[in-house]
């Protein structure tokens, strides 16, 4: 049973930084990985997504240019790097292991998920 659990969530000011961590036991993540977020009331969306051998990424349109996955497949861990923080960026964050090795942005492509860290970006 594949565990994910992720960290480095808070409260940063807009335009700070924050970098999110993924960290898997009880198996491998031997496929593609995926960053997802949900906001009080809103649906869970999509944010980003990194490949098995992390060769291709693909982002949401809201986070391209700020956000930036990656993984070390030694230490079963993938991080989300998010810089220009925005208020509107504040939500639920959770990592998810893929049921493919490419990339996809629909929840039903990954199969196991984390319990989400949350952050909290102010104005």
């Known amino acids: 049973q594949v565990q994910l659990v992720e960290s480095g969530g808070g409260l940063v000011e807009a335009g700070g930084s924050l970098r999110l961590s993924c960290l898997a036991s009880?198996?491998?993540?031997?496929?593609?990985m995926g960053w997802f977020r949900q906001a009080p009331g809103k649906k869970r969306e999509f944010v980003g997504a990194i490949s098995w051998t992390g060769n291709t990424r693909y982002y949401a349109d809201s986070v391209k240019g700020r956000f930036s996955i990656s993984r070390d497949n030694a230490k079963n861990v993938v991080y989300l790097e998010m810089n220009s923080l925005k208020p509107e960026d504040t939500a639920v964050y959770y990592c998810?292991?893929?049921?493919?090795?490419?990339?996809?942005?629909?929840?039903?492509?990954?199969?196991?998920w984390g319990q989400g860290t949350q952050v909290t970006v102010s104005s």
């Open positions: 009880g198996g491998t993540l031997s496929s593609a």
């Open positions: 998810a292991r893929g049921i493919r090795t490419i990339t996809s942005r629909s929840t039903g492509e990954y199969d196991y």
